[in-house]
Each structure stands twice: as C-alpha cells, then as structure tokens.
C-alpha cells in the first residue's frame, strides 16, 4: 500500500469515527536485569553533612510552598487557567492483551465517555462489557464524567482494555483476541504523512519554517573627504 492508500484509508477511518486513530503492535523493550547492577560500596561521611546548599534548597522550597499558600484563589485559578490552556490535545493509547495498541486524539475538554464510546466503535466484539484501567497500580477507570484535563489524561496517557466477564462466561476470543475489528487491525503501521496540518489550526503548518527578515537597505556609498577650503596646497 502506498502512501496516497494509506492516507486515505487512515482519512476514511477518522470521517467514520471522529478521531484520529493509529494502530500499532507494542515492541516495548523492558530492560535487561542483568543491566542493572547494584553498587554494595557506602557513601562516605561527608555525604550525609548538612551544607550551605542544603539549607539554601530548604529554604527555597518552604518560601516557594509559603508564597503558594499566600496565593489569592483568584490567583491560583488563573495560573491554572493558563496552564491548561497550553494543553491542546489529549493523545491516549490503549493496550489490549494482544499486543495491539490503538492511538487517538481528542480534545482535553472532552469526557472520558467519548473514548468508551470510540472503543465500542472499534472493538471485535462490542456486545460484551469492557473496561479500562491504568497502572501501577492496576485502577479500573470508573468516572467516565470527568474530561481529559481533569483526569490527568492530557496532553497523553496510556490505558489497558480488558473484558469484564465472569471467568465462568469468559470465552476463547475474549481471551485471547482479535480485540479489534478486521478493518481496523488492516490500520497496523500506517501513518499519515508529517506534513498534514490539523485544519482547526493551521498556524502549526508555520512551525519550524523560518521566515526569512527582509533585506536591510543598502548602505549609501562613502562619501571621500572634502578638501577643506581654508587648506592651501
């Protein structure tokens, strides 16, 4: 498939859905045990002295968490006002136990339901209950009110999907998958081109490009010394 198919077939998909979404396998890599060593040699007694610098950081964090607790709420609502502005989307990506991993982009102000609701779209076998949780620790998402902000999900977050069945009702494609449909697992590795530009704002097409200054005008040519009157040669 070349780049034009899978551009519009990735398109396509997001007209049906109303998001954005990506499909790829998970290749994590977990570090090595053998990597990691441990050092069994004792920090010498000069590390544990309290020195000038200490006592300078603890005194910087108390005035810092003071002038935070002197804050007017007004204050405090506005910085974080500010802080969320700066947040314009919310990338989350589930993993099922398959290894497959679906991608999509909302906006932070959305709801939580609206990626429930994106995942029975997707999923193999919509009719049974599912949920979806975060870890570490293992937390099962039950709040589906709260938007994307708010649940600490954006500007990213990963979630893990699983089937809420009784073991004794729990069958084999439950367990062992496909937990997508067909046609979205055919999604796997396709991407859309870097250069696309999301249209709710196209000014992120001007990152990066620099946008040369114009030209200084040209220095007028020096002029020679004039001879002065007064010299006689």
Do not use: C
Not at 24 to 39: L, Q
Not at 52 to 66: E, L, T, V, W
Not at 155 to 183: M, N, Q, T, W
Request: hydrophobic share 35%; proline share 9%; aromatic share 10%.
């Amino acid at each position: 498939m070349d780049a034009q198919q899978a551009k519009a077939k990735l398109l396509a998909v997001e007209k049906e859905l109303g998001h954005a979404v990506r499909v790829f396998t998970n290749t994590a890599r977990f570090a090595n045990p053998g990597e990691i060593s441990s050092s069994s040699t004792e920090e010498p007694d000069e590390f544990y002295e309290f020195t000038p610098d200490d006592y300078y950081r603890i005194m910087s964090d108390r005035i810092g968490a003071q002038s935070q607790i002197l804050k007017t709420r007004k204050m405090r609502d506005a910085e974080k006002a500010t802080r969320r502005a700066k947040v314009t989307k919310a990338v989350i990506r589930v993993r099922f136990p398959d290894k497959y991993v679906l991608e999509a982009k909302f906006q932070p102000s959305e709801t939580l339901q609206s990626l429930m609701d994106l995942l029975k779209k997707v999923v193999a076998r919509p009719d049974l209950p599912f949920y979806i949780y975060t870890t570490p620790p293992k937390e099962r998402v039950k709040d589906t009110s709260k938007d994307f902000y708010s649940a600490g999900f954006a500007p990213g977050a990963i979630v893990y999907f699983s089937y809420d069945l009784p073991k004794d009702l729990e069958s084999d494609d439950s367990k062992e998958g496909p937990y997508l449909r067909d046609d979205i697992l055919s999604l796997n590795g396709l991407d859309l081109p870097i250069d696309r530009v999301d249209p709710a704002h196209p000014e992120e097409e001007l990152k990066g490009v620099q946008i040369p200054s114009s030209a200084p005008d040209p220095k007028p040519p020096a002029k020679k010394p004039a001879k002065p009157k007064w010299l006689k040669l």
